[in-house]
Nanobody
Framework: QVQLVESGGGLVQAGGSLRLSCAGT????????VGWFRQAPEKERAFVAG????????DYTNSVKGRFTVSRDNAKNTAYLQMNSLKPEDTAIYYC???????????????????WGQGTQITVSS
């Protein structure tokens, strides 16, 4: 079992930055791929970024490449999503999720992830 808690959300102006944290409990967190997803109103939940269990592999959706950076610190059981140059279209609820695997492959499908956090709201004003 892995429990995940996101933090760091809030309201920011366009062009600003935020850093989300995803704190995980249990040893399984350090043996999991961590994915970041977001869900805007009336839209489906979608993959944003992900990082393999040891940080050896990362993946990003095209719309955030060059602006967002995913990282993790397994000593702190925490993953991060640094978001720069935020745009109004980044407004959504952001979730972190864990896929219990030692694979370096970061999956992008929602149903590939076993455990989810409660989500944190990001609002980017224009």
């Amino acid at each position: 079992q892995v429990q995940l808690v996101e933090s760091g959300g809030g309201l920011v102006q366009a062009g600003g930055s935020l850093r989300l944290s995803c704190a995980g409990t249990g040893r399984s967190f350090t043996r999991s791929v961590v994915g970041w997803f977001r869900q805007a109103p009336e839209k489906e939940r979608a993959f944003v970024a992900g990082i393999s269990w040891n940080g050896g592999s990362t993946d990003y959706t095209n719309s955030v490449k060059g602006r967002f950076t995913v990282s993790r610190d397994n000593a702190k059981n925490t993953a991060y999503l640094q978001m720069n140059s935020l745009k109004p279209e980044d407004t959504a609820i952001y979730y972190c999720a864990a896929d219990q695997t030692l694979s370096q492959f970061v999956k992008t499908a929602v149903n590939a992830y076993d455990f989810w956090g409660q989500g944190t709201q990001i609002t980017v004003s224009s």
